[in-house]
């Protein structure tokens, strides 16, 4: 009988611990995926300022 118990207990913290590090890893897929996304578009923008101001030199040579 104290091995159910003790087996019981030993299975819901198991189960609980799985949820608790389960959603931790998706909270960090998240956090990764909005690092990602900001870092993208951060590049991006300096890729089309970068753009422009080739393009304005060029029209000023003009």
Do not use: F, H, P, R
Request: net charge negative; aromatic share 2%; charged share 30%.
């Amino acid at each position: 009988m104290i091995g159910l118990v003790v087996g019981m207990a030993g299975g819901a913290l198991l189960v609980a611990n799985n949820c608790k590090l389960l959603n931790l890893v998706k909270k960090n897929q998240e956090d990764l995926m909005n690092k990602a996304e900001c870092y993208i578009d951060k590049k991006l923008d300096e890729l089309e300022k970068a753009g422009e101001s080739q393009e304005n030199k060029s029209q000023k040579s003009e």
